[in-house]
């Protein structure tokens, strides 16, 4: 073979190796398994996502695993490969509520994985849309009051619920939030039950009897402020006027303030001779106190003073 036919054939060669070239390039990017290079993509992005799943937090997250957990989620939403579109109003939010849509990511992946980019954007807009909803409830939350009386007029069994749950004067209400009561709670530091108010199933709020006790007595109504799904709350300090309160002392009042005035400590002479009257010795007033008229006292096996 002459040193010009091996040249004619070793172009041709190296010709058709071109063509070859050039097709798959202008092929494959049109074939159902894309280039190369789309296949190098495809396999970023799987690892992006699978970044995102992996993100763990367990049942009951201390402060700092939650933040650890929120920080990975901004870092790895961060991550171009995905292309996700944060919405407008994300670019207004505060880094509170920048973090409170990080942390609603890192709970939906917590109890379903992503399966796609797709997956992952509607993931991040159904988030963004519920820290929009509490940004609104936050917004409505301080135009009401958070104390309230019932006055002693009330009866047992009275919807009070326009009483507790009301509107700062000059306020206006944003008619897509709605505002119900949830739950009651006693006082902290009370010691007492809840007794006197209770919560319907249709979130009213029910004076359940009358304030018997001459002294007036405190409650707590949680109260919701809800947008779509997406709650806020707080704590309404309800007193309940006793019955028949005129402003004056009640007899509980009374009698507490005139066994205060008496010794309790008393000393029987060696020297008295059984059979005889001690009763003055016994209840005697302290130095410088003077009865009441209209308190009576009288003797009782009963410990630390006595009740009816």
């Avoid at 920080?71 to 207004?92: N, T, V, W």
């Avoid at 940004?135 to 009330?154: C, G, H, L, N, S």
């Avoid at 309160?245 to 001779?273: F, L, M, W």
Wanted: net charge negative; with cysteine.
């Amino acid at each position: 073979m002459s040193e010009i036919t091996c040249g004619i054939r070793f172009k041709s060669i190296m010709s058709k190796c071109f063509l070859t070239f050039v097709a798959l390039v202008l092929i494959l990017p049109f074939s159902p398994t894309g280039t190369l290079v789309a296949l190098a993509q495809e396999g970023t992005l799987s690892e992006a996502i699978g970044r995102i799943n992996a993100i763990k937090m367990s049942n009951n997250p201390t402060r700092e695993e939650e933040q650890a957990a929120i920080s990975q989620m901004r870092e790895a939403l961060s991550d171009p490969i995905l292309e996700l579109k944060f919405a407008d109003a994300f670019d207004g939010f505060t880094e509170e509520y920048k973090q409170d849509t990080y942390s609603r990511m890192v709970y939906l992946v917590k109890y379903k994985p992503f399966l796609d980019q797709k997956d992952v954007q509607a993931g991040l807009d159904y988030c963004i849309q519920e820290t929009i909803n509490l940004r609104t409830a936050d917004e409505e939350m301080p135009k009401y009051e958070q104390t309230a009386t019932i006055p002693d007029t009330v009866k047992a069994g009275d919807d009070i619920t326009d009483q507790i749950i009301r509107m700062i004067e000059g306020k206006e209400k944003n008619p897509l939030v709605m505002v119900t009561a949830k739950k009651v709670l006693p006082m902290k530091g009370s010691g007492r039950p809840v007794e006197y108010l209770q919560v319907d199933p249709n979130g009213r709020v029910i004076l359940v009897k009358s304030n018997n006790t001459g002294m007036p007595v405190k409650e707590l109504v949680n109260v919701w402020f809800t947008v779509d799904d997406t709650s806020t709350g707080h704590r309404v300090e309800v007193t309940i006027q006793p019955k028949g309160d005129t402003g004056e002392p009640s007899d509980n009042q009374i009698v507490q303030e005139e066994v205060n005035k008496y010794n309790r400590v008393a000393s029987i002479s060696a020297t008295t001779e059984a059979g005889v009257d001690v009763t003055d010795q016994i209840i005697c007033l302290k130095d410088g106190m003077n009865k009441n008229s209209h308190a009576d006292s009288n003797s009782s096996n009963r410990r630390n003073g006595w009740r009816k």
